[in-house]
């Protein structure tokens, strides 16, 4: 019963920002793992960060230093900062929550950057 909707996608120019926003219903954000992945056409969906259950977070180093995960437990919501965006940052952006060995995924957000 667990529900995720991402928003705040959009098109950006190369070194812009953008908060990308996810909604949880069906579960507390602050008691489960949740992440944001990202997808471009023709490659694996990769993750871009992790948030843990004792606040704690995660980011390969595509994107550290530029990417803020973060969540808003009264709002029960996740979100991702993003800044100086890259044309290779361009991709579906996807929400995720992990709990007890079970996923659930948004249905993604689209992420263009323009250069």
């Known amino acids: 019963q667990v529900r995720l909707v991402e928003s705040g996608g959009g098109l950006v120019q190369a070194g812009g920002s953008l908060r990308l926003s996810c909604s949880a219903s069906?579960?507390?954000?602050?008691?489960?793992?949740m992440g944001w992945y990202r997808q471009a056409p023709g490659k694996k969906r990769e993750v871009v960060a992790f948030?843990?259950?004792?606040?704690?977070?995660s980011y390969p180093d595509s994107v550290k230093g530029r990417f803020t995960i973060s969540r808003d437990n009264a709002e029960n919501a996740m979100f991702l900062q993003m800044i100086s965006l890259k044309s290779e940052d361009t991709a579906v952006y996807f929400c995720?929550?992990?709990?007890?060995?079970?996923?659930?995924w948004g249905q993604g957000t689209q992420v263009t950057v323009s250069s």
């Open positions: 995720n929550l992990r709990h007890d060995g079970i996923e659930y």
């Open positions: 069906g579960r507390e954000v602050r008691t489960a793992v």
């Open positions: 948030i843990f259950v004792n606040g704690g977070t």
